[in-house]
């Protein structure tokens, strides 16, 4: 009895010690307790200069959240952003007028959910949660997924602003369908956590290509393209032109070259070398990765100058300009 009591209390006793402060957050709002055991630093990583979307998923890691809830509120920010016409509301529509929306998550556990061609919902992303969470299934398309999301309460939003629509008038008049994403203006938010418990998870939210053609899906919600995750190893998350990316299943080649023992800095530039040597015409689109392993190193790379990484490591948000494969 005392035995087992001694071994009970040296346990406590280790457990208290190995996780240091262990913080236990309630919020009012959700009931919920959050118990934070980890001693990691939360990491958070995104594609371009989305200063207040990483800092949102950084505070929230801060604050308790696990990887997979900060990722999610991170990107929100961006599909709520009206002037960004790459994702959520305010996206630029296809060739119809209509905004379509394309999203994944994957969280640490390598479960993941994904939602394509989605209209009339805002929050894609956590759409994509819901897909993963309460279906059986990976992913769902249109309208299917736009039902999911009214069970689920999301609100039906008109996604096309004014100053989209207009724009789109404006594309009309020519309609010059010219798949290429000017390469220093994408907008595609993908977003990698990493929480106190050093686990890893994220999400990649769009509206695609402006002016596509109907029904066309890119890279962002396919895993392992745009978002892929191993929480062994690390994740990586991609921007820029979809078919490219697809191709060569970025993401998903990035976290197995991790694996292989590359940094991810290292991994992040053999991915974009994959592209730029299969295609002479790399040099009129742009393809842009992100990745951080489990140790929370991070690294980024792009065809083309221009591209940047928001970081908040250590409570601090800076953004990183990525060296890039045209770089004179
Ligand atoms: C796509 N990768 O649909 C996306 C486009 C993108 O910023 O990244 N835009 O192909």
Redesign the pocket.
Known sequence: MQRRKFIKRSLQGGVALSLGATIIACTESSKKETVMTGTHSPIAICTWGFTKANEVAGIALKNGDNALEAAIKGVAVEEENLKNT?VGKGGAPDREGNVTL?ACVMNSNGDAGSVVCVENITNVAALARIVMEKTPHVMLAGDGAEELAYKHGFQKENLLTENSEKAYREWLKTSEYKPI?NIEN???IGMLCMDHNGDIAGACT?S??SY?MKGR????PIIGS?LFIDNEIGGAA??????E?MKTVGSFLIVELMRQGKTPQQACEEAVRRVVDKNPNHKNFQVAYIAMDKKGNTGSYSIHPGFAMMEYKEEINTRKESKAALDS
């Open positions: 790459t394309d994403i994408h907008d595609t769009t695609g290509l596509k899906v890119g890279d962002s745009g991609a921007t820029g032109m979809g078919e990316i």
